[in-house]
C-alpha cells in the first residue's frame, strides 16, 4: 500500500519590512497667510454687504428708484441751501455776490456790462445815475461795445467779490474779446472794477473804471 509522501512546508520568510515615507510639510498658498486671512475677515462683512444690498435692489427696484431720487434730492437741497446753488453749478449765477442776503448789487454789475456789449447807451445813463462821476457812455460805447467797437465778446467772469467796512462792494469781472484783423483774429481782455451798495432806493452802482485793457502775454 503506498502512502503519499508528506509536502514539504516552505520555511517562514521574513516580513518585508515597509519603508518609511518621508512627508514633506506643504506650503501654503498666498490666500492662507495670516496676512491674507486678516485681509479677508476684514472686507468679508463688506463685500456681503454689497451684495445683499445689489441683491435687494433686483428684487425691490421700484423701492430702490424712490431711495436713489429721494437721496439725490436731498444732495440737491442740501447744496442749494449752503452756497445758493445746486451741485454741478446749476443755477449758479456769479452775479450774485451773497453779500448779507443780497446779491450785493451783482444785478446792476451784469446790467451794466450787458448794456455796454449790446451798445445801450441809455441804460449806461440810467445805471450811472448815482455815481459822483459817471463815465462818458458814448465814448464807452464807441470803443468797447460790439455794435460799434465791433469787440466780440466772448465770456464774462467775475473775478473776486469783497465786501468793504462801509457796506460797499467792490467786485472785478473779466471779460474775453476779440476782433477780426487783416491778419486774423485778435483776442484780448478787459477788467473792470466796480463798487457797489445797498442803498435805501435799492442796490446801486457807485463806481465803475476799466483796470486794464489789453492783449493776453
Known amino acids: 500500500m503506498l502512502t503519499p509522501t508528506p509536502t514539504q512546508q516552505k520555511p517562514d520568510q521574513p ?3 515597509k519603508k518609511p515615507v518621508k512627508t514633506t510639510p506643504s506650503r501654503r498658498r498666498a490666500g492662507q497667510t495670516p496676512l491674507a486671512l486678516f485681509v479677508k475677515g476684514l472686507f468679508r462683512p463688506l463685500f456681503k454687504g454689497l451684495y ?7 428684487t425691490h427696484k421700484l423701492l430702490t428708484l424712490i431711495v436713489v431720487l429721494l437721496l439725490l434730492a436731498s444732495v440737491f437741497v442740501t447744496n442749494y441751501l449752503a452756497v445758493g446753488y445746486f451741485p454741478f453749478g446749476i443755477a449758479n449765477d456769479p ?3 451773497h453779500v448779507h442776503g ?4 451783482g444785478d446792476q ?20 445815475k448815482d455815481m459822483s462821476q459817471p463815465p462818458d457812455v458814448n465814448q464807452l460805447v464807441s470803443t468797447y461795445s460790439q455794435t460799434q467797437a465791433h469787440l466780440y465778446w466772448k ?9 468793504e467796512g462801509d457796506t460797499t462792494v467792490d467786485s472785478i469781472v473779466e471779460v474775453d474779446v476779440s476782433a477780426n484783423g487783416p491778419g486774423g483774429a485778435v483776442t484780448g481782455f478787459m477788467i473792470w472794477h466796480f463798487v ?12 465803475v473804471n476799466l483796470v486794464d485793457f489789453r492783449a493776453p502775454l
Not at 52 to 58: E, P, S, V
Not at 102 to 105: D, I, L, Q
Not at 109 to 128: C, E, F, I, M, Q
Not at 196 to 207: F, R, V, W
Open 102 to 105: 443780497t446779491n450785493g448789487g
Open 196 to 207: 457797489t451798495a445797498n442803498l435805501t432806493i435799492g442796490p446801486t452802482i457807485l463806481k
Open 155 to 163: 465770456t464774462i467772469t467775475v473775478m473776486g467779490v469783497y465786501t
Open 15 to 17: 516580513a518585508e519590512q
Open 95 to 97: 452775479f450774485n455776490f
Open 52 to 58: 445683499y444690498i445689489l441683491t435687494g435692489m433686483r
Open 109 to 128: 454789475v451784469k446790467n451794466w456790462l450787458y448794456a455796454l456789449r449790446n451798445g445801450d447807451s441809455s441804460t449806461l445813463t440810467l445805471l450811472d
